[in-house]
């Protein structure tokens, strides 16, 4: 993974030096509170409804043992003794003191990690495919891409003042795992007719109050000129996005007034002038960052995982859990191992101290100390022994992190909600939380299959409840939590937005509602249809008959 | 329907500067000088508007004057068997913890929302 140089250990040493002395000034009263928010909001520190959060930065969600480590001492030391893992690979602290940050900030510097640029208008954290570098069939690792587009965006002088907030993903692989068409740009890597790798560029995705899939306005796009056309597309967003109304400022919406042909059009005209400047990316330097990601030294294994096989026949929980939570590597003998946080009746994405060191550890002795975060909340330890799989899912057991649920109806993606979330208007958390225990059941999770439920406490959408297979909405009505639902949302390569079904419910209401979606197409699928896929085939009105009753 | 509308009460609630945790402000009829106390019941409930304002007023001139507190405003409680009770439930929570990991913080004591 990359590491450090002077460069970028000065630049963040330098940012936590400058914000401990601006903490100073505030609590000395020499700040007031309109003066230091903008100052503490650059630096990932926001104040929640009961406390500050602190929002650390993951990039393209590569982690290692060292620095989950730092995280669960700093959820010890300096917090409740838990972390929260969100949609975009970060690492929100629900109680850091602000008299305290400086210091956290310190601890994460000394381990290569920051908060810098996880708020404000700016081009936040670069994410992208949890299975990088070691997924089947990818064109590229895409965290060398992410990389790039890290060093190219931190403090950028031209983009530090965007209209709005800018996201931006990557993915190497064609199966979509880290949502990029709802990103500002989603970048897919692509092969062109002569077999060159490059970029699909996609524009202009988003979800919040006004949720839009994202516009290709090049299908290829050669490795040497991304920086130069993503400079472009910030260019003319930065002088035609709308800083009039903070509802409309998002690229998505530029996109549309634009219209995505005219978008193209200026992007395309602007990256003329550019294309050749000092921003076309030099084959020495793409391959000084390539180094950084060159795979670890995977041994020469056999095909065949005896152990693993055996413990398959004759253990039923831990079939399941490869069935689920393992996928296929790219080397022979290897294979990814998803660690799930969505245990039953638990907050999704919540990690403890002792669960964060717990799984640092098994990095260390089952995946060359390399972990990743997953934009569902999940954790990935990407190279294991395929036979060495029974040991890891004992140790993970022991520890609570053995869920055997990836993308089956309890892997829900939840925002805080009005749990911790100032912005919120009703709880997200405990929805979940409800709906894992109606659908404990193991038979009944398997006969479900993949459903993805995504639910968000407010507009703004981080539970992504818009591309949920079922989406769920909070909201205030008349001073009562109330909840909208949606269906048929999908948030991968066949991305769409969902429908509301109709009337909104109360929160005793909502899980009830879940199930009788559920049972819908549990009675009206054909042998081996998804939910996704049956929803496309028969539609809303069967669902809405059976929630609401006849017409 | 038609009757009269009572003044509801009304505290102070802000977060501290220091740490951020919801406080709640203390402070006689006619004082000039307040204090944040970190519980509900601590805090001093205004029953009709003019108090209110009054406390607000210490409230904010506080926050700018000595920057221990950010964002006070003015939230309605009712008063319990249990003791009081903000009438929101945005405020219910805030005053209460998150209704979640009650095994830990303020949340971890009786409750309800």
Redesign the interface.
């Known amino acids: 993974m990359y590491h450090y140089d002077e460069y970028d250990h000065a630049l963040v040493q330098d940012r936590v030096a400058q914000f401990r002395r601006q903490v100073e000034r505030r609590l000395a009263g020499e700040l007031t509170e309109d003066q230091f928010r903008p100052l503490r909001l650059m630096n990932g520190l926001y104040l929640q409804l009961h406390a500050y959060m602190l929002r650390i930065a993951i990039p393209y969600g590569t982690l290692d043992a060292r620095q989950m480590r730092k995280l669960a001492y700093i959820a010890r030391r300096y917090d409740k003794g838990y972390g929260h893992f969100t949609t975009r690979h970060n690492m929100q602290f629900n109680w850091p003191k602000l008299e305290e940050t400086p210091d956290i900030l310190a601890e994460l510097a000394s381990v290569e990690m920051h908060a810098i640029q996880t708020s404000g208008n700016c081009i936040r954290n670069v994410t992208s495919d949890q299975y990088a570098g070691a997924a089947e069939g990818e064109i590229e690792d895409p965290r060398i891409w992410c990389e790039i587009i890290r060093q190219w965006s931190t403090l950028h002088p031209e983009f530090s003042f965007l209209p709005r907030k800018f996201k931006i993903a990557v993915t190497g692989s064609e199966a979509d795992r880290a949502a990029v068409k709802v990103h500002d740009i989603g970048l897919i890597m692509r092969r062109d007719g002569a077999g060159q790798a490059g970029f699909e560029v996609i524009v202009g995705g988003g979800l919040g109050r006004t949720p839009f899939i994202g516009k290709t306005i090049r299908p290829f796009l050669p490795k040497e000129d991304l920086l130069s056309y993503l400079e472009a597309i910030l260019r003319v967003y930065n002088q035609l996005g709308r800083r009039d109304n903070k509802f409309k400022a998002r690229i998505k919406v530029t996109v549309h007034e634009t219209g995505a042909e005219e978008f193209t059009r200026l992007v395309e005209a602007e990256w003329l002038q550019i294309k050749d400047s000092a921003l076309k990316l030099p084959k020495q330097e793409v391959d000084r960052i390539a180094r950084h990601f060159e795979p670890p030294a995977f041994r020469v294994l056999s095909k065949t995982a005896p152990a693993t096989e055996a413990r398959i026949a004759r253990d039923r929980d831990f079939a399941a859990w490869v069935r689920h939570n393992v996928a296929a590597h790219k080397v022979s003998g290897y294979a990814i191992a998803n660690i799930s946080l969505k245990p039953i009746g638990k907050p999704p994405g919540d990690a403890t101290a002792e669960q964060m060191d717990v799984v640092a550890d098994l990095a260390d002795a089952f995946s060359f100390g390399e972990i990743r975060v997953t934009h569902a909340q999940n954790l990935v330890l990407p190279h294991v022994e395929r036979d060495r799989l029974p040991e890891l899912y004992d140790r993970l057991a022991a520890a609570g992190l053995a869920a055997s649920n990836i993308g089956l109806i309890s892997d829900i993606i939840a925002c805080p909600g009005l749990d911790y979330c100032s912005l919120a208007n009703a709880r997200s958390i405990p929805i979940a939380e409800r709906i894992t225990e109606r659908f404990a059941d193991r038979d009944r999770l398997e006969l479900i299959g993949e459903m993805q439920i995504k639910s968000s406490g407010c507009i703004n959408a981080c539970g992504h409840h818009h591309v949920g297979h079922i989406g769920i909405l909070g909201v205030d009505r008349k001073g009562e939590e109330h909840y909208q639902v949606q269906i048929g949302g999908s948030a991968s390569e066949d991305a769409a937005l969902g429908r509301i079904l109709g009337r909104g419910f109360s929160a005793d209401e909502v899980v009830d509602v879940v199930e009788k979606i559920v049972d819908t197409y549990l009675a009206h699928r054909n042998a081996g249809e998804t939910f996704i896929e049956t929803y496309r085939r028969i539609g809303q009105d069967p669902f809405k008959e059976r929630v609401y009753g006849a017409a | 329907m038609g009757e009269e509308v009572e003044d509801m009460d009304q505290v102070v609630i802000a977060?501290r500067?220091?740490?951020?945790?919801?406080v709640f402000l203390a402070a006689a009829p006619g004082s000039l000088q307040g204090e944040w106390k970190l519980r509900l019941e601590q805090a001093s409930v205004a029953s009709d508007d003019a108090r209110a304002q009054e406390l607000l007023a210490l409230g904010v001139a506080a926050?700018?004057q000595?920057?221990k507190v950010?964002?006070p405003y003015l939230i309605e409680v009712e008063r319990t068997a249990e003791g009081l009770r903000p009438?929101?439930?945005?405020e219910r929570?805030?005053c209460q913890?998150?209704?979640?990991?009650t095994d830990?913080?303020k949340q971890a004591e009786a409750r309800e929302v």
């Open positions: 977060n500067l220091s740490d951020g945790l919801v926050a700018r000595e920057q950010i964002e009438t929101l439930y945005r929570i805030r913890g998150p209704t979640v990991r830990l913080g």
